[in-house]
């Protein structure tokens, strides 16, 4: 749980804090008149505009597009090759990331040098995720439901602790700073406190360990009859090595059932939170622009953790259902945003808390079943792969996003 909470914690922050990136860099470092014409442009171009949406001259699909597009290059590659990379490794890795994260975006001078942050984010978001949801398959299977509330909970806690410290008073700034410490829990908890198994490759990759496992089951047959030796040595070819790329492609192909209604899922989600969000502004309510999108966010990851922590009480087969039910809730609210016929905010709230629902119960389950019906020789592939399903429909939604802030910032 703590894992999953860690690992997802930069990218959630990143998310909630999409707003303030387009919207909040420091006067103080724009020395020149050119630097500080851009700077007004980046902090303030909204207050100006004459659209009633109170657009960012940027939509935080950017913020988005960042945030995803590096996750989704390495769950499209990283699953044919991660083996090559022990598990301690990676995890140091996924670490190292987050924390670069936080500093980038907290120094930066320039809304690029905060998307290089959110870069960061995401490549340590992606490469922990195929890592531990791979990692599962050397644990019970009850442990997909830990993961789960840990990523539902990494939504929850940084939205929630990013809203409250920056609506308290505390500036952005300060507040990735004091973030600090999760990728730094990350590392003892998956290092001290995890019991990690004997058979998990911790400092060695995976080939090494198949080698070594194979050289000792030659020797075991040596010992035995010719007899013994015939009938074990063919059911051992069959299950020990490394995949090959063949039979890689093969899981791939019986993943597409769970993988393509969970994208759809993603795609309508992140529709709703990057593109349609900034645009749900009620001007009479008591929070301001930037407090509404940020609570916006927080409700939608409390309903991803409720949800994803209900793998113990309710499970969900049929995940086409859930991916429609989305895209109803993606078209409701495209149309509120042309039409503006919810009466407050209030209604919004919980169409997003209900989206949160949907969209963790659709992860949690896509997960459970993938680890359930497939064979132990491919399970640990088919985790990793399968986690592409979400990314690529983020992605997608990030670019949808552009063409629709475009043009209702220009009504």
Request: overall charge neutral.
């Amino acid at each position: 749980m703590l894992l999953g909470l860690c690992n997802n914690f930069a990218y959630v922050v990143m998310l909630s804090a999409a707003h303030d990136i387009l919207n909040q860099q420091e006067s103080r470092n724009t020395p020149d008149p050119t630097s500080a014409t851009l700077a007004v442009e980046f902090q303030g171009g909204n207050r100006s505009n004459s659209s009633r949406y109170d657009c960012n001259p940027v939509s935080t699909a950017a913020v988005l597009l960042a945030d995803i597009l590096p996750t989704l290059a390495i769950k499209l590659s990283a699953p044919f090759v991660i083996h090559k990379l022990p598990y301690g490794f990676r995890v140091l890795f996924c670490a190292f990331m987050a924390a670069g994260s936080f500093l980038l975006v907290s120094f930066s001078s320039a809304v690029w040098m905060s998307i290089l942050g959110v870069i960061f984010a995401s490549v340590g978001a992606g490469l922990g995720e195929l890592t531990f949801l791979s990692l599962t398959v050397y644990f019970s299977r009850d442990v997909l439901g830990g993961w789960g509330s840990g990523t539902g909970g990494a939504g929850v806690g940084g939205a929630l602790l990013y809203s409250g410290l920056t609506q308290a008073g505390l500036s952005p700034q300060v507040t990735l700073l004091s973030m600090l410490v999760v990728p730094v829990v990350m590392c003892l908890s998956y290092f001290f406190l995890l019991d990690l198994p004997p058979s998990l490759p911790q400092w060695r990759c995976a080939e090494t360990e198949y080698r070594a496992v194979g050289s000792e089951d030659r020797r075991a047959l040596m010992d035995g009859s010719e007899e013994e030796e015939q009938e074990k040595s063919t059911p051992e070819v069959m299950t020990a090595g490394p995949l090959t790329f063949t039979e890689k492609l093969c899981v791939v192909k019986g993943l597409l059932w769970f993988v393509l209604p969970l994208g759809l899922v993603y795609f309508a989600e992140y529709f709703i939170n990057q593109g349609l969000m900034e645009l749900l502004y009620f001007p009479k309510l008591f929070l301001s622009h930037a407090q509404q999108y940020r609570w916006y966010q927080t409700l939608y990851q409390v309903g991803v953790l409720v949800s994803r922590s209900s793998l113990c009480c309710v499970k969900i087969r049929n995940l086409w259902t859930l991916s429609l039910l989305q895209v109803v809730n993606a078209v409701l609210l495209l149309l509120a945003v042309r039409f503006q016929f919810l009466p407050s905010a209030w209604v919004v709230f919980a169409i997003v808390l209900y989206e949160g629902l949907l969209g963790g119960a659709a992860y949690v389950n896509t997960f459970y079943f993938i680890s359930k019906e497939t064979g132990d020789r491919h399970r640990e592939f088919a985790m990793a792969a399968a986690s592409v399903g979400d990314s690529l429909g983020i992605a997608a939604a990030g670019l949808a996003a552009f063409p629709v802030h475009r043009y209702f910032c220009s009504l």
